[in-house]
């Protein structure tokens, strides 16, 4: 079975400009999340979502939004770029929410200059 | 407030030797307990978990760890450190009604030859 694939796998961008980032979760998988990871402030949790709808939502600025589609794929938005949203995200997967456990993606690595 | 510590940011051990990672965590309700390990560039993969039951719980890689409620602690433990387990080992806890991962800062680990 193929594990979370998330695309682009790095992405260099400019302050103010905007960009959308994708994964796909495994097979049979509903339950999607998304998190940030920066040498500063570790791993903090954006959002998750199940069947299309946003379950939880951390506390990141409104630029920061997502969504879910039909057969699970989600990607998430980050409008108008800062250099401090340099960072990797990861999204993760579970087959469906409360369970806790979440199998993760290698990562977007995003570098805003 | 729900908190994961890792008390130790950075350890190095010696090939062979044992190992004992350290975290504390602060949740309200019986918590889900998880380890994950990331190698540089890569997301991260799961080497155990605890929901209820046992509370020493064997993992990947000859991991194991041991819950304490009395102690807040889920103590991540090898007897024997090879060469390849050098890379950033985060502690995590949630699930239930509330479905993201709240992690330790992380503490990356360094195996001397």
């Known amino acids: 079975k193929a594990g979370v694939t998330q695309t682009p796998r790095y992405l260099i961008k400019t302050r103010g400009q905007q960009v959308t980032l994708s994964c796909s979760p495994i097979?049979?998988?509903?339950?999607v999340s998304w998190y940030q990871q920066t040498p500063g402030q570790g791993l903090q949790f954006l959002f998750e979502?199940?069947?299309?709808?946003?379950?939880n939502k951390g506390n990141f600025p409104g630029r920061f939004s997502g969504r879910q589609f039909s057969n699970s794929r989600s990607e998430m938005n980050v409008s108008t770029l800062e250099l401090g949203d340099s960072a990797l995200y990861l999204c993760a997967s579970s087959q469906v929410p409360d369970v806790g456990e979440q199998f993760f993606g290698p990562g977007t690595r995003l570098t805003v200059l | 407030a729900q908190s994961v510590t890792q008390p130790d940011i950075h350890i190095t051990v010696s090939e062979g030797a044992s190992l004992e990672l350290r975290c504390n965590y602060s949740?309200?309700?019986?918590?889900?307990l998880f380890w994950y390990v990331q190698s540089p560039g890569q997301g991260l993969q799961l080497l155990l978990k605890y929901f209820s039951g046992d509370t020493l719980v064997q993992g990947i890689k000859g991991f194991e760890a041991e819950f304490k409620r009395s102690q807040s602690s889920f103590n991540l433990r090898k007897p024997s450190v090879h060469w390849s387990d050098a890379a950033e080992y985060f502690c995590a806890v949630g699930g239930g009604s509330q479905g993201n991962l709240i992690f330790g800062k992380g503490t990356k680990l360094s195996v001397k030859p």
């Open positions: 949740y309200g309700a019986t918590p889900y």
């Open positions: 979502y199940f069947s299309e709808t946003q379950r």
């Open positions: 097979s049979g998988h509903r339950s």
